[in-house]
């Protein structure tokens, strides 16, 4: 797997992987589904996807023997992107049934969304729908071509809250509350939202990670 | 801030065509679904649902090549329903693609399948579809097999008991209103978007985009599903390519005669989102296009 295009989409059997996957494909990127660690380190860039319930996410992880290879593949500094569930399995902890540990990658909690709003209005969870991001770092590479207050599509009943607010890119309004939609912290970005569902500014997004991920092995030579 | 409403073109399929009936029933061929598909990405769907609507009578689910091509190519939700009845068989539609399933009949006769369903695949994985018709003395009971058959369960009470059984979306449709274009029920879909703390999908009856904004703004929809209106609005600017893909099953002669419907005022997406955008509803737009 020694191509420069290649990239992990890391396996921890739960999740629709193949839309991560179609929309590397469809931006020129070349996508690998595993979970095999050896295969992973050898990826020019690495995503992790997922969807479902945090403490399951964490068993399997550990099962498989992905923790360390997560930690190991950001550590060499290479692009790696986390998506919906691979935003929050990021953070230190997670209250989502019950009190779980996360990666701890990014310093902070994930909470679900409370169960009114300020003016006692029942709030509908999950999020299911478009919603907009307003983006805190107007420089990050991966935000090209994206305008402030662009609509993405979100499927979640839990958000991040990052201790260190200098890692929030992209903020969201759900129910009345401003909350984290998206990280960025050195060669890390996740997002809470779903690019590939997120039609054609979505895929912009697919598009320059895939630029990030070729600009920076031309660099490494 | 108000909620950011979803536009969801639904698309009824029997064998390899598009079709759309009156009160679920008296099917039409419209034409090929994968070109009716890729025609509401490109002009802006948040999300397209796929219904085999003759899967209950056969027991299948006969979707997973349309779904399978439609993913590669369609970068927005899809969401998947029509005879599905175990776990085996959602997680054979989610592999083809889908990011959604739609259960109706399977959840009724046995509802602890959405509670399965939700702990294995994510609640916002599982929509409930409710089937509603209106009884002489004001009920509503819920009805499968697209309205054919009499379950004797109360709307009101299902809606809320999938909620707590762990569904992520309910559909709710009235076969009263389907197809018929005199706008949706808002008793029907007002009632359950305001007992239940998930999202609620209105569908059946939109005649005209007024109808649309008015599920929206009256009976409180977080989605509306709309069917004759984009279609026929799609059949007007591409009938020529249509007649030459539409054959095989069904009653075709309606395209051949190149009639409309007469109480359907098609609309484009575009037009839709512009049109809502205009009354204050919020709903995505490429801010290219409202620029």
Known sequence: MNNKRSVAIIDFKMGNLFSVSHACEHVGLFPVITSDRKLIMECAAAILPGVGAFGEAMNNLEKLNLVETIKDFIASDRPFLGICLGLQLLFSRSEEFGEHKGLDIIKGAVKRFPEKDENNKLVKVPQIGWNRINIKKANTALMNGIDNEEYMYFVHSYYVLPDNAETTLTVTNYAGLDYCSGVHDGNVTAFQFHPEKSARKGLRIYYNYKNIVLRRNKHNG | ?291
């Open chain 2, 1 to 291: 801030m108000a909620k950011t409403v979803r536009i969801i073109p639904r698309l009824d399929i029997k064998g390899p065509n598009l079709v759309k009936g009156i009160h679920l029933e008296g099917l039409r061929v419209m034409g090929k679904p994968e070109q009716f598909a890729r025609y509401y990405y490109e002009t802006g769907a948040d999300e397209l649902l796929y219904m085999d609507v003759v899967a209950s009578l056969y027991n299948r689910n006969s979707l997973h090549d349309i779904i399978m091509r439609t993913a590669r190519e369609i970068f927005i939700p899809l969401t998947v329903g029509g005879g599905l009845r175990t776990i085996d068989d959602i997680c054979e539609v989610l592999r083809a693609g889908a990011d959604k399933v739609v259960l109706n009949t399977a959840a009724i006769n046995n509802p602890q399948i959405v509670k399965e369903a939700s702990r294995e695949f994510g609640s916002s994985t599982i929509v409930i579809a409710i089937e509603a018709i209106r009884q002489p003395d004001g009920r509503y009971l819920a009805y499968t097999d697209n309205g054919r058959q009499h379950t004797g369960v109360d709307v009101f009470e299902w809606a809320k008991k999938v909620a707590e059984l762990g569904a992520g979306e309910i559909i709710i449709t009235s076969v009263d209103h389907e197809g018929t274009g005199k706008g949706y029920d808002h008793h029907l879909t007002g009632t359950v978007a305001a007992s239940v703390p998930i999202p609620v999908i209105a569908h059946g009856g939109a005649g005209n985009k007024q109808h649309v904004k008015e599920v929206i703004t009256e009976a409180g929809a977080d989605a509306v599903s709309v069917a004759s209106l984009f279609h026929y609005d799609f059949i007007a600017g591409h009938r020529h390519q249509l007649e030459l893909n539409a054959e095989g099953e069904g009653n075709i002669e309606f395209l051949k005669s190149k009639r409309g419907y007469s109480k359907i005022e098609p609309i484009g997406l575009k037009e839709m989102k512009l049109y809502l955008h205009s009354c204050g509803v919020d709903c995505r737009q490429e801010l290219s296009e409202i620029q």
